[in-house]
């Protein structure tokens, strides 16, 4: 298993895996599909913009994927990130989701960031508990404050020093 950059070639292996996680799951409250060119286009800007897209790959899939950008706009919170991560199903458990968040905990770390966030539904027990493992605390819970499948949904706040 590798961890490198996303490219625009990797945005259809991308969209699949998070279209699982859309179509089928609680662990985002996005309800629309992505589809591969919004995910190009995702993966162009953040590294545009200065941030990281990165995926983990075998010989044959990608396993996984990462990215950040920042908390919230302005300038107040310019050092202030939030990640989004997910591994596929056959490859949870392996640490490649603990290797995609050091990677982007490292080079967010290294162009200045302060804090990470991570916005994780709080019915993804699993997400959660990886996030814990990771050394994030939970500092808020929004009640329904999503809402996905005709259901309210919380949104637990973790936060990282880095």
Same mark, same amino acid.
């Given at each position: ?7 625009? %070639? ?24 992505? %589809?591969?060119? =919004? ?7 953040? =590294? ?16 996984? @994927? ?17 990640? %989004?991560?997910?591994? /596929? ?23 200045? /960031? ?15 508990? @990886? ?27 973790? =936060?990282? @020093?880095?």
């Amino acid at each position: 298993m590798t961890i490198r950059r996303a490219m625009p %070639t990797d945005a259809a292996a991308i969209s699949a895996l998070w279209n699982l996680h859309i179509t089928t799951r609680l662990t985002t409250f996005n309800s629309a599909p992505k %589809t591969d060119p =919004q995910v190009a286009a995702q993966i162009a800007q953040l =590294q545009k913009d200065g941030f990281g897209f990165w995926v983990a790959v075998n010989e044959t899939a990608v396993l996984g @994927f990462a990215y950040y950008g920042q908390f919230r706009g302005g300038i107040g919170y310019a050092h202030t990130m939030e990640h %989004t991560i997910y591994v /596929a199903d056959g490859a949870a458990g392996r640490g490649y989701g603990q290797q995609l968040l050091n990677t982007v905990e490292t080079d967010a770390r290294n162009k200045g /960031a302060h804090v990470m966030m991570a916005g994780v539904s709080a019915e993804n027990g699993p997400g959660i508990a @990886f996030h814990a493992r990771c050394g994030y605390i939970e500092v808020a819970r929004l009640p329904d404050v999503g809402r996905k499948f005709d259901r309210w949904l919380d949104l637990v706040l973790m =936060q990282k @020093f880095l």
